[in-house]
């Protein structure tokens, strides 16, 4: 890291991870202005206390990040992205913010202080202003039901390769080899659906899985979305838990299915049930690389019914 990048924030540096609210499902918040930085292209990026964004996260990014409106006096500007920003205790940035891709460690890295960095186009509002961020609401709602279908079809995927593998290896919260762990290089929430990409090389196939098993891949589709329907058809409770109220704690997607209760680390948003998504569908497609071979798996849901 050099030590020009980040923006001096002098004597008043980020001392608080933003209190995030988007893990109740808020998509509004009202919240002080603790820090304008100017960015590139004329944009300012502006951090508050507490906010209801939900922003991308930079080492995993995974679901994008909400977009909306900040509200301050009579004025208003649109907010384009949220992003992360991050500030290090010691050594010689201590003291600078960085933002987004130019945040250098893992969000929840010891010794920095992360927040959200909400971008704005027109002039900012001040320090110490009283704010509303406003997310729209129907884009939020798009990219939960992306994600819960994104962990739900991971799930699927783990259980119908379950045949795949000759010897034991981590499970995940369903008992399957957690095929979706050991072989994920990407993954990319969607308005009702996800874009997940696993590699197969040398490594996998040392684990003990088969490529093999990948030769049809419509048919272990075919598996994953009958497994799909019936949690769909089953419903089931979803929540966020989480240790603690700032944007750096640990969190947990929690799920009621059938079999049990799942819970996986999860930093995104979701629908609030399982019943909510009308259908959640799969399909894989099989490439071969350098290697070995690249498995993407698209996954799309319905529109979430208001009920
Ligand atoms: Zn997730």
Redesign the pocket.
């Given at each position: 890291m050099s030590p020009q990048s980040g923006t001096e924030l002098g004597s008043a540096a980020v001392r608080a991870d933003t209190e995030v609210l988007y893990p109740d499902g808020a998509t509004s918040s009202t919240g002080v202005v603790t820090h304008v930085v100017p960015l590139a292209d004329g944009e300012f990026g502006v951090v508050l206390d507490r906010t209801a964004f939900h922003p991308v996260d930079t080492a995993w990014p995974?679901?994008p990040s909400d977009a909306g409106v900040l509200r301050f006096g009579g004025e208003s500007a649109e907010i384009r992205r949220a992003v992360m920003g991050a500030v290090p205790a010691d050594g010689e940035s201590a003291g600078r913010l960085f933002v987004g891709e130019d945040v250098p460690v893992r969000t929840g890295t010891e010794g920095w202080t992360f927040c959200v960095v909400h971008v704005v186009d027109g002039p900012p509002p001040a320090v110490g202003d009283t704010v509303e961020a406003w997310a729209d609401p129907s884009l939020r709602a798009a990219l939960s039901a992306g994600?819960t279908a994104?962990?739900l079809a991971a799930l699927a995927l783990d259980a119908a390769l379950a045949g795949a593998w000759s010897k034991p290896v981590s499970e995940d919260p369903l008992g399957s080899p957690a095929f979706d762990a050991l072989a994920i290089q990407s993954s990319r929430i969607e308005p009702f659906g996800s874009v997940d990409v696993y590699r197969i090389g040398k490594s996998l196939r040392r684990k003990g899985f088969s490529v093999d098993a990948l030769d049809d891949p419509s048919g272990v589709a075919a598996r994953a979305n009958a497994r799909l329907a019936e949690w769909v058809a089953a419903g089931g409770a979803v929540r966020i838990e989480r240790e603690a109220s700032g944007i750096s704690a640990r969190r947990s997607?929690v799920c009621e299915l059938p079999e049990g209760r799942v819970e996986?680390p999860?930093?995104?948003t979701h629908v609030s049930d399982i019943a909510e998504l009308v259908g959640i569908e799969v399909t894989l497609e099989r490439t071969d690389v350098t290697g070995g071979v690249e498995l993407t798996m698209r996954t799309s849901t319905g529109p979430a019914s208001t009920r």
């Open positions: 995974d679901q994600h994104c962990h997607w996986i999860c930093g995104g």
